[in-house]
């Protein structure tokens, strides 16, 4: 019998204990909901994609979907990262971090670009990232803010689809599904 790779539960609990603690009492935007729902929510489309996609490494991509935003949202530092996880975690998470000092409408190309440098599991997160992000709109956003969204989902599955037939399809459908 054949068995796929999986992801390890102890590596798993390590990183999800680490951005619980790191997001502290942030809540996600818009509601009441604790932070960690977030990291976890894409952990689980992580999860799911390892389940039903020949992935290389599971636990790189597992650590990186919790901790995807403890450098862009809760100060944590490259060097704590690769301290706790190793360096392909800390570099995978960098990736994935908005560099906040080029112009908004630059971030995301930039990410992109940083992520195409990074193992598969890498786009995977995200990939992933973004389903979970599809969420109906925070009522204050404004039409204009809803399509680019939109529109960056888009960008987002034209460069990073090839990683996940999986999470392609699932952010295909988010996509068209949304506002």
């Known amino acids: 019998m ?4 999986i992801w390890s539960q102890d590596i798993y609990l390590k990183a999800i204990r680490f951005a ?19 990291p976890a929510s894409v952990c689980m489309e992580i999860m799911t994609a390892v389940c039903a ?13 919790l901790l995807h935003d403890v450098i862009e949202d809760a100060q944590k530092t490259y060097s704590e990262l690769e301290y706790n996880f190793g ?10 971090t908005k560099n906040r000092e080029l112009d908004k409408n630059l971030r995301m190309a930039d990410s992109i670009e940083r992520i195409k440098l990074q193992p ?3 786009w995977m997160v995200k990939l992933a990232d973004r389903i ?5 709109p925070p009522p204050h956003w404004t039409n204009g803010k809803i399509i680019s969204y939109r529109m960056e989902a888009g960008y987002i599955l034209e460069h990073l689809g090839s990683a996940s037939l999986l999470l392609s399809e699932r952010l295909r459908k988010k996509i ?4």
């Open 53 to 65: 996609d020949d992935i290389d490494k599971p636990d790189l991509a597992v650590q990186c979907a």
């Open 20 to 38: 619980g603690e790191a997001h502290g009492n942030q809540k996600i935007p818009g509601s009441d909901l604790p932070y960690i729902i977030h």
């Open 176 to 179: 068209e599904a949304y506002p």
């Open 132 to 136: 979970t992000n599809l969420q109906p």
């Open 87 to 96: 360096k392909n975690v800390a570099e995978g998470v960098l990736a994935l």
């Open 120 to 122: 598969r599991e890498i």
């Open 2 to 5: 054949v068995q796929n790779k």
